[in-house]
């Protein structure tokens, strides 16, 4: 199919008057969450999987993607307004967008990170569009060794290239991929690591997993935290919230740079919008004629890392699309999502269900048309929401959380799960080992125990089988390009330390 057949598809898809309901929902949900500090896309996305039981898979995805992008525009408002970021991709937002609130700016900044957060979105849609059937198609080429291949590059890079420890990051990989051997094997139909829990012959449940790890971890790190001083905006005008022509020129540049940032960033697995809009400020300030404005209410400040976060979200869906590898921790739940609807990720999608694939697509531009509109003539309801008490907010996410679980399974066992895995979430972030690799290992460590298996099988038990294939070489030489970059810096220091001795 080609990609005008693709768009007529898509859009009769995404046009629905159902499709357009649970775009307008998933949107709306995603700025409310993205607007609140502390709750963020990931929570809400797993607090919503199990009330996509029961709708049609394609409005489903709309809906859980809705919520996954509206969470990017939503979460600058906070950032602007109370120096709190709404989601961790909107924390770099911070050190421009308030200090332009406190200059009394702030109906200025909320539109300049809207509108750009448009046009990044607009940026790497355009490149799903043309890339990721491309993608597909040569993928349709692989053989079992390859996927192994593209998996174990996916989970490499996800640790190796995530924020803080890479060493960490690797060991939750790891875990992940135990807690995805929990249950009953495939192939033998022996049950493995139950520990006489019948409960677990299915193994762990992704929404429970998804919703401990990341949502009930959130509510109890956020016990106890001071509410955030609400910059007061007054009221606010359209008139004051236009950029004056040479404030046009200031962000044009610096908006099609990080848009370009995010995109290439995102279609990377594994890496994700927070680690795009750290590249975009940091490149965006090592060029700018005057860098010593960053931090002090510079709009390039906020114009890049809104364009970069945006454009990675979307391009997030290059990979997960075309390949089944999730390019974030969000898209990787959407992609639970999907095998949940029974639905397998990767480059039969395009074939198999052209008009899940172009209908989710098209709503993406319907989303962020949508967003505009919630974005900027709404933003005062937005605002006031700012104003909920997180005391009430909280248990009543929590009473979500544990019925949306035991909804999924009927099963009171899933709510222990999930109250067990927010324990241990948060105990993880206490001490700096990251959540996301878990979940990324989880979900993929299946599909990559499969492919080994399939891999083995055909060639008798041959390791190097895994060398021979060229493209399955090529990924497996990524994988250990990524890992030695883990330990090259480690080892440098230390030979660099001992050289001086040696000299002595």
Known sequence: MDILHGIELGLHTALTWHALLYCLIGVSVGTFVGVLPGIGALAAISLALPLTYYLDPTDALI?????????????????????????????????????????????????VTAINSFIGSTFAILLVMGFAPLIAEFALRFGAEDYFAVILLGLVAASTMTLGSPFKALAMVVFGLALGMVGTDVNTGQFRFTFGLFELADGFSIVALAMGLFGVAEIIANIGQPAGVLQTVGKIRFRDMLPSRKEWKTITWPTLRGSAIGSFVGALPGTGPGIASLMAYAVEKRISKHPETFGKGALEGISAPEAANNASVQAAFIPTLSLGIPGDAVVAVLMGAMILHGITPGPNLINE????????????????????????????????????????????????????????????????????????????????????????????????????????????????????????????????????????????????RRAPKASE
């Open 353 to 496: 269900q052209p008009q899940m694939f172009w209908g989710l697509i098209m709503s993406f531009w319907v989303g962020n048309l949508l967003l505009l509109v919630l974005n900027i003539p709404l933003i005062g309801m937005w605002v006031r929401l700012l104003s909920v008490p997180y005391r009430l907010l909280y248990p009543c996410v929590l009473i979500f959380i544990c019925l949306g679980v035991y909804s999924a399974n009927n099963n009171v066992f899933d709510i222990f799960v999930v109250l067990g895995f927010g324990i241990l979430g948060y105990l993880m972030r206490r001490t700096g080992f990251p959540a996301t690799p878990v979940l990324l290992g989880f979900i993929l460590g299946p599909l990559l125990e499969e492919n080994f298996r399939r891999a083995m099988l055909l060639s008798r038990g041959d390791l190097t089988v895994f060398f021979t294939s060229p493209i399955s070489a090529v990924f497996m030489a990524l994988s250990l390009l990524f890992i030695a970059s883990v330990f090259m810096p480690g080892l440098r220091a230390r030979l660099t």
């Open 63 to 111: 809906m859980l993607a809705g919520i996954f992008y509206g969470a990017q525009y939503g979460g600058s408002t906070a950032s602007i307004l109370l120096n709190l970021p709404g989601t961790a991709t909107a924390a770099i937002t911070c050190l421009d967008g308030y200090p332009l609130a406190q200059q009394g700016k702030a109906p200025l900044a909320i539109f």
